[in-house]
């Protein structure tokens, strides 16, 4: 019997981001209404998790890190002159800078000043992040292969430049389920820009789920009244209305089930009482109303209008609260070609405080010590000028070599800051950390091992990270 | 790990019997491949040990002291001894392999070992045979030969079929998979009333007569063939493939011969003396994903199209991963890197640009006017080359030359009556009238450039210039100006309380964006009937009198539309950049100009026609630019030339217009072509861009027959030998996927993988026998009637629990096939049901029913195509899936979650999920209520007066089948309760039965409503989004 349940659920996959083997395995029949969390595939995780969920706040477009993180004095004495060739050392960069004549070297206008008992550099533009720097491990040595946002941002988030791989979480999905029956496993926010630049897009692969059963693409969590797609009734419908519908069409789904014995009848029978648990589900979790004031004022006032990135980190607890495994949030306009001094004082003003917020409000629930916080860009912007370089304005290119990132919770060090670019903050110096590294380290932190999260397509087993990333045991606490 | 091992078992317990003899293919070898081949397989720079497992000399290969194989000796067998030792460092898999052998596969490796171990090539690798048709005792039960060897197995196993699918099972299972539609009642009356013995057979003919039958085919290849209406990468702006997705549906309508099909579709341009339609089915290449992003790299995704058309070619026509040698040697299979590259060599010599896209379509383009635009385009350009001949340079340049001289002296002057102020910007901000009146900057900075009339002030969004303000009931205001952005945006404020600005951007109708112009004056507002577009130059003139404006753009005047009272502004300095409302003018601001009265037209134009010319002409000739000189011929043709000039002048101007938009209206499309001096080849380390290896020519695998001698070595030659008779994949692969397309799962399940590491055939002897079959004629339709017609494609489907046990995936086919529909056959079939369904075939793709901002919230924005999604109206929103408009970025959102692809890669087989997203897109998609509310009227309308009557009617029409009474009883008290529900609640009826575009009938609300809530429910059962 063991193995005909298998076999039969290799065929479909049923829920949204619960991997159908695991929840049959943990459940012991199917269908059963309950509203614990179901479990990944049989064997994970591999070892004992740090942190049981994520939250990546990615920063789409590529924050600069000479101007927010990676602190480069020596910039000042540089400033104006040429880029040396010795650093450059031939690298590729993108055709939007390849043409120019000359590649001036622009200082970062903003202060720095050092933060907490660790002493972490951080600009003025961050004056929340600043207060946090004790809980959070700083990485300067991110790097990437991508130079342009469309291959970059897939990398980061599918470890592969080209489209077709699944992304982190539905990989996560895959592998770890869901801890509530009631809500996927994996979701996704988006906010828009506040700089005045246009913005750069986003797709929906980023959060696909690749050649994985589509059960383990997120779930988009979007403003407005519909928050789920069609995750509302239709006007005329109410909720006693609905459930008698439901409740007719579930006898005559039974009777079928008694005369055709497809048990994936039975898996369409439970499927829409779920629809109609997360009917109840997702408006309270996106109910706000509840929370005190001192919490509303902690991510800012922001956070009351739905849709933008303070809002959403709220939510992101909420869910984070709830059990969802991996939440990612977008949050669009950190690519500052031009006018950098002024897009991204708009960028930090609109992400600071909420991002801040979020890693102090785990904390104070006990919470960040098993959920893990990322924050940071697909890749970090060049040391020289973009366009005309002034005193008072410049704009940065992509720069894949080296730029900022940083984890909080879940697993890894606090007050911590790893690795060291070198004074042209264009090279890394010592301890580097490619996206395969990264990707191998949020795994090993939920208790999964990246050489062992496989899936086989096409002859071969896929994983995250391709046939690359070792795990920076170093930032691990 | 628990995965690989369920397949594995799953392999073994369908497979093998405990007693049958080992076969090394469908049993040894997979164990091998996945085990073993990483390190001792086909890659020659990573084998391990000098020893490969993967050839015939490897396993039985003398090393001196042993062997690794010794038939009949297990014992001496080293390859035995390793995997089965019990100290784990000796061991094989080692522990760092990430693989584990199980004792069920030592065990079959031992059994083969003892058998004799008998070695023979990777079965795919081997032409198929025409396998006798096996004995079986129950002749009757075989309708045709594919039963014959279901059957021979089915009894190996001691399993039974079942029996025939009841009628209206059977015709609704058979009109979705021949047309991907499900069967009207009276359909299904027909065939129940038709006693003859091909009653059945008379059912396949009429559905694979119909135009959905090609629509159905050709969704399959779609997906295969990774078509969308979008470019995919980044920008994601749309592209036009929809002819060749017609040429598609149409060559499986005419049945063209499946290997004419593969080689007008791999390379129709290169067949002597190409067709249009064959150039034009030739685009199944260039449907991959295509980028220009900016800042991108053209080599480096040159070489990524070349190979999606590697990737996509070896995996539809030959079921190989041939992608996986791109990098380094196949892990698995016997391909090399130079193998890989060879085959890349037949895609590499396209006329294309790796940055491309950004206009539609990228080139190389196939034009395909119409016969009246093809007529319309060649009269045109003979009629513009005439005029063009008679305004030849030698002709006008004399002429403009003797009029540069003088004309600067009698060009109107731009009046000086009642001048307040005038900034030139032309270095400074001073105020050139005489009235000291000079503006200051007070924030950010403002270059002064190239612009109009003659320099400019340019605004980057941050930057304030202040003027002292005036105040005046009677008075004009004239600047030029050029936005570089297409956001709301003030461009003047202040003065006295007046606002200037350009409106938020819309779309117009040529899918470019532009704005109206407002002004604001004394608390009103009003808005401009002329649109302006980003990055052009405009001259306004404003008068105001009596507390209204009057607008002169460009010289002429243009009507305003009042929009309603706003907030009045105050008397304050007169300002641009900056402004009060954080909206900043980013763009460009010239000559500006205030005047303590109104301006005539002759006046305004005089500012918006000649002030420019005159600019350029005291400039000294040699320091004009080209674009400069361009104006003033312009200016020069238009107004001061002789009178026939300025005619011939006038007509080429239109005669270019119209050219212009008779050419934006003729459809093109992707194709391919070859370059006039072929782009070389060469191996690409690590499969990088710019790690150039050895040059390459271009060949086939080295593993199958090479190209016939005298066939070219180009596409056309690759495309021809997929279909030689020799080829041992082409047929396979296409049965396998049709065998696929019926009953879910393939004979070979990895329809994308029939190499090593692809699961083996569940039935060789029927795979090899149908691929013999197909190869025979490439009868498309053919195939499918042998295999609708066969008694195992026509068995019921349901299952008993023991059978459900013993076969979970029906590979065995004891029984019909039941699976949950396709995501476009779940739409279209309540589509039909209700009759809502627009049954044109073809055109340009469609935009149904879509929840607001999916796009928006993603996509650039701007001037780029298929970044706002506006919905089609009327029949449009009703026509079959297929045609919906596929944006890769953002795919259509109720397809996909029924497990539609994005269409980024080919895509062979879709996995099947069951999830509570489909639960509320068949609950709440405005498409199923409105197919519930329109199905629901014609329950009442059509279904008699009796409710029964008419639920009875209801249910047939989405199920096909008659309800039992418990089913007409469950409905009908939901129906009861409903009714009384909505009697309460009338408001709520009248908003129900409003979804949707269709006005409801005129049936009384409450009715309506509760029927709809009936019908709804209907359309959410299992069984009528399942071909049972």
């Not at chain 2, 040159?302 to 040697?329: I, K, P, S, W």
């Not at chain 2, 540069?404 to 102020?421: E, M, S, W």
């Not at chain 2, 900075?445 to 605004?459: E, H, K, L, N, Y």
């Not at chain 2, 060469?682 to 499969?687: A, D, E, H, K, S």
Request: hydrophobic share 40%; net charge neutral; glycine share 8%.
């Amino acid at each position: 019997m063991e193995i005909t349940r298998r076999h039969f659920f290799s065929r479909t996959s049923t829920g949204i981001g619960i991997a159908a083997l695991g929840s049959l395995l943990a459940d012991d029949g199917f269908g059963a209404a309950d509203a614990t969390g179901t479990g990944g595939l049989p064997g994970l995780p591999h070892f004992a998790p740090k942190a049981k969920r994520v939250v990546f706040l990615h920063q789409s477009g590529g924050p600069s890190q000479m101007d927010l993180f990676d602190y480069k004095p020596t910039l000042d004495k540089f400033a104006g002159i040429e880029l040396p060739g010795s650093v450059r050392m031939g690298q590729r960069i993108t055709g939007m800078t390849s043409g120019q004549s000359s590649f001036p070297v622009a200082r970062s206008i903003f202060e720095f000043q050092r933060h907490g008992q660790c002493g972490a550099w951080v600009s003025e533009l961050l004056p929340n992040i600043a207060k946090i720097t004790d809980d959070i491990t700083i990485v300067k040595t991110m790097n990437t292969d991508a130079i342009n946002h469309d291959p970059a941002i897939t990398f980061i988030q599918s470890g592969s430049q080209q489209p077709g791989r699944p992304s982190m979480g539905a990989w996560v999905s895959y592998g770890l389920g869901s801890e509530n029956r009631n809500l996927p496993a994996f979701v996704v926010m988006l906010s828009q820009a506040q700089a005045l630049n246009p913005d750069q897009p986003l797709f929906s692969r980023l959060w696909g789920s690749g050649f994985l059963p589509s059960n383990h693409q997120g779930v988009r969590f979007r403003a407005g009244s519909n928050p789920v797609l069609y995750l509302n009734n239709p006007e005329g419908i109410d909720p006693g209305t609905r459930r008698d519908m439901l409740d007719a069409a579930s006898k005559l789904n039974r009777m079928h089930l008694d005369e055709f014995g497809d048990p994936e009848i039975e898996t369409r029978i439970s499927q829409y009482e779920m629809a109609f648990r997360m009917q109840t589900s997702v408006p309270d979790l996106l109910d706000l109303s509840k929370e005190p004031q001192h919490i509303l004022d902690l991510y800012g006032p922001d956070c009351r209008k739905p849709g933008t990135y303070a809002a959403n980190c709220l939510l992101a607890r909420r869910l984070l609260e709830r059990g969802v495994r991996f939440v990612q949030l977008y949050h669009r306009g950190w690519d500052q070609h031009n006018d950098l001094p002024r897009d991204l004082a708009l960028q930090c003003k609109g992400t600071d405080r909420a991002s801040a917020a979020l890693v102090m409000d785990l904390k104070q629930r006990g919470m960040l010590d098993d959920t893990l916080v990322v924050w940071g860009g697909e890749f970090g912007r060049t040391v020289y000028c973009q366009g005309r370089l002034t005193g008072t304005n410049y704009g940065r290119d992509h720069h894949p070599r080296c730029f900022t990132m940083w984890m909080a919770g879940g697993g890894v060090k606090k007050g911590f800051s790893f690795g060291e670019t070198d004074d042209y903050c264009y090279n890394v110096v010592s301890n580097p950390v490619h996206v395969h590294d990264l990707q191998a380290t949020i795994l090993h932190c939920l208790g999964v091992d990246h050489l062992k999260l496989t899936y086989k397509y096409q002859g071969r087993h896929f994983r995250l990270t391709d046939v690359h990333g070792q795990v920076v045991k170093e930032i691990l606490a | 790990m628990a995965v690989r091992l369920f397949l594995a078992l799953s392999a073994a317990g369908l497979c093998l019997a405990a007693d049958k003899p080992v076969d090394f293919n469908r049993d040894v070898r997979p164990i091998f491949s996945d085990n073993c081949f990483a390190c001792h397989g086909p890659d020659d720079k990573h084998r391990v040990a000098n020893l490969r497992l993967d050839t015939e000399e490897g396993l039985f290969a003398d090393r001196g002291s042993y062997k690794i194989v010794v038939p009949g000796d297990p014992a001496k067998s080293r390859l035995l001894t390793r995997i089965s030792a019990a100290n784990k460092a000796v061991r094989m898999p080692p522990a760092q392999a990430g693989t584990t052998l199980t004792d069920a596969q030592i065990d079959i490796v031992r059994k083969w070992i003892e058998q004799g171990a008998r070695w023979e090539r990777h079965w795919a690798f081997v032409p198929p045979q025409r396998a006798a048709l096996p004995p079986v005792r129950n002749e009757k039960a075989a309708h045709n030969p594919i039963d014959r060897f279901v059957l021979a197995r089915l009894e190996r196993e001691g399993l039974k079929p079942s029996p025939e699918a009841d009628r209206a099972t059977l015709l609704r299972r058979l009109s979705f998979d021949l047309t991907g539609l499900p069967p009207t009642p009276a359909e299904v009356d027909a065939f129940l009333a038709d006693k003859s013995a091909a009653a059945y057979e008379k059912q396949v003919d009429r559905l694979l007569a119909m135009p959905q039958y090609g629509e159905r085919m050709a969704m399959q290849w779609l997906d295969l063939a990774r078509y969308a209406d979008t470019h995919g990468y980044h920008i994601d702006s749309a592209r036009d493939m929809w002819k060749w997705r017609d040429w598609t549906i149409g060559a499986f309508n005419r049945n063209m011969p499946f290997d004419r099909f593969g080689i007008e579709q791999l390379a129709g341009d290169l067949l002597p003396g190409a067709t249009v339609e064959q150039k034009l089915a030739s685009g199944f290449n260039r449907n991959h994903m295509i980028n220009y992003e900016g800042g991108a790299i053209p080599e480096e995704y040159q070489v990524e199209y070349v190979a999606d058309r590697v990737d996509t070619t070896a995996n539809v026509f030959m079921g190989l991963t041939l992608g996986c040698a791109r990098c380094h040697d196949h892990k698995y299979d016997p391909i090399s890197q130079r193998d890989y590259y060879r085959f890349f060599a037949f895609f590499n010599t396209i006329a294309e640009k790796g940055l491309d896209g950004r206009n539609g379509n990228a080139a190389p383009i196939l034009e395909m006017p119409t016969a009246v635009q093809a007529s319309e385009v060649a009269w045109l350009q003979q009629a513009i080359a005439e005029h063009e001949a008679a305004l030849a340079e030698k002709e006008t340049q004399p002429l403009l030359a003797a009029w540069q001289k003088t004309r600067v002296d009698t060009l109107p002057q731009p009046p000086r009556d009642g001048l307040l102020a005038h900034y030139a910007f032309d270095g400074n901000l001073s105020d050139s009238s005489d009235n000291h009146r000079d503006g200051r900057l007070i924030k950010g900075v403002t270059p002064f450039v190239a612009g109009r009339p003659g320099q400019s002030a340019s605004f980057n969004g941050e930057a304030r210039i202040e003027f002292p303000g005036f105040q005046a009931e009677r008075f004009a205001i004239a600047l030029w100006m050029r936005s570089g952005a297409l956001s709301e945006m003030t461009v003047l404020e202040g003065g006295p309380g007046i606002e200037i600005g350009i409106e938020e951007s819309h779309p117009q109708p040529d899918a470019k964006r532009g704005s109206p112009l407002y002004v604001e004056f004394q608390g009103r507002r009003w808005h401009s009937k002329t649109i302006l577009f980003g990055a052009q130059w405009h001259h306004v003139t404003l008068n105001v009198e009596d507390g209204k404006p009057d607008l002169i753009l460009d010289g002429a005047r243009v009507a305003m539309d009042a929009v309603g009272p706003v907030a009045a502004r105050p008397f304050r300095p007169m300002a641009i950049g900056d402004p009060h409302n954080d909206k900043p003018l980013k763009g460009d601001v010239g000559g500006l100009r205030i005047y303590g009265r109104t301006l005539t037209p002759a006046e305004a134009e005089a500012l918006a026609l000649h002030e420019p010319i005159r600019f350029i002409l005291t400039q000294d000739e040699s320091k004009q630019s080209k674009e400069q000189k361009q104006r003033l011929l312009d200016y020069f043709l238009t107004y001061d030339a002789t009178a026939d000039l300025r005619r011939a002048y006038r007509e080429l101007n239109s005669l270019k217009q119209r050219l212009a938009q008779v050419k934006k209206d003729i459809v093109s499309v992707q194709v391919m072509a070859e370059m006039a001096r072929p782009r070389d080849t060469f191996v690409l380390g690590r499969g990088d861009y710019q790690n150039l290896g050895a040059k390459v020519t271009p060949a086939v695998p080295a593993l199958f027959p090479p190209l016939p001698r005298d066939a070219p070595a180009n596409r056309l030659g690759l495309a021809e030998w997929l279909f030689s008779p020799q080829h041992p994949l082409t047929a396979r692969v296409a049965v396998n996927r049709y065998w696929q397309l019926y009953f879910g799962i393939g004979l070979v399940k990895t329809a994308e993988d029939f190499g090593s590491q692809g699961d083996a055939p569940v039935q060789r002897d029927l795979l090899d026998w149908l691929a013999c079959e197909f190869q025979s004629n490439w009868d498309v339709k053919a195939l499918q009637r042998l295999i609708v017609t066969s008694a195992t494609y026509r068995q019921s489907s349901q299952v008993s629990p023991a059978l459900l046990e013993k076969d979970p995936e029906n590979r065995l086919l004891a029984r019909g096939p039941r699976f949950r529909l396709p995501a476009e056959m779940v739409r279209d079939n309540a589509l039909t049901v209700s009759r809502l369904l627009n049954r044109e075939v073809g055109g340009p793709s469609v935009f149904p029913y879509q929840p607001p901002g999916l796009w928006e919230e993603l996509s650039r924005g701007e001037t780029f195509t298929a970044q706002e999604y506006h919905e089609s109206q009327g029949p449009d929103l009703y026509r079959r899936s297929m045609y919906t408009f596929w944006k890769r970025t953002v795919p259509p959102a109720s397809l996909t979650t029924f497990d539609a692809p994005d269409r980024e890669k080919c895509t062979s087989r879709r996995l099947i999920t069951n999830t509570p997203l489909q639960a509320l897109v068949l609950l709440n998609d405005p498409t199923y209520v409105e197919a519930a509310r329109v199905l629901a009227q014609r329950a009442i309308l059509e279904g008699g007066n009796d409710p029964q009557a008419r639920l009875r009617f209801l249910f047939r029409e989405v199920t096909a089948r008659r309800p039992n009474q418990s089913e007409v009883r469950i409905l009908l008290d939901l129906l009861q309760r409903r009714l009384d529900h909505y009697r309460k609640e009338p408001a709520q009826a009248a908003k129900l039965i409003a979804v949707g575009a269709s006005k409801p009938a005129n049936i009384e609300a409450t009715e309506l409503a509760a029927w709809t809530t009936v019908a709804s429910t209907i359309l959410n059962l299992d069984e009528t989004i399942t071909k049972e």
